[in-house]
């Protein structure tokens, strides 16, 4: 049987560790590819367009592509009401975002998109995240053991001592962490 070729065109660690569950074979692919986003589309159209791009991004890189490799995009934004929070700039920043996210519940989207030959696939999963209040120092304390400055809200949900103040999550923990597993998992049978 033949096997296709996999590529997860992403440079986070997380997303690697992620899709590693599946036990297939893949390779990543660093791409770089502009994350802004566009005040005129939903949350839901900005993090699947930049997944698309960053697919799109990788398959440009690949000489020997056919319909046979599975090209995988993914972005994920945290928000707030109709606050975007993306990857902070720095401490600042990161320690402003945290501070707002506390007493209320906020809401996680990752965009993926499969891209494989003529053959496309995108969708948006979304997981609501509540935390339990985090004091001033217990922020620092976070910031500084993790510097989550690579993270979309500035936190992993993963990460040692935030775990500590995840009051309730709904939805797809992976989704949070950065790729909606079981998600991918079903649309890539579509592909196989």
Do not use: W
Not at 24 to 35: C, D, G, I, Q, R
Not at 48 to 61: F, N, P, S
């Amino acid at each position: 049987m033949y096997q296709p070729r996999l590529i997860l065109a992403s440079q986070s660690p997380r997303r690697k560790d992620i899709l590693s569950l599946m036990q297939l074979p893949f390779e990543t692919m660093a791409v770089e590819t502009k994350e802004t986003l566009d005040s005129a589309l939903s949350i839901e159209e900005n993090v699947t367009t930049i997944a698309l791009r960053k697919a799109e991004a990788a398959a440009g890189l690949i000489a020997d592509i056919d319909q046979h490799t599975i090209i995988l995009g993914a972005d994920t934004v945290v928000a707030k009401g109709n606050r975007i929070y993306g990857k902070p700039a720095g401490f600042d920043e990161a320690f402003e975002m945290l501070k707002t996210l506390q007493n209320r519940s906020h809401r996680v989207y990752t965009g993926f998109v499969l891209i494989a030959g003529e053959k496309t696939h995108s969708e948006c999963v979304t997981t609501t995240v509540e935390f339990e209040p985090m004091s001033d120092k217990e922020i620092n304390r976070y910031l500084l053991a993790v510097e989550p400055y690579d993270k979309a809200g500035s936190y992993g949900i993963q990460d040692p001592l935030m775990a500590c103040h995840v009051k309730r999550i709904e939805g797809c923990y992976y989704n949070v962490v950065g790729l909606p597993l079981s998600r991918v998992c079903k649309a890539l049978k579509a592909f196989l």
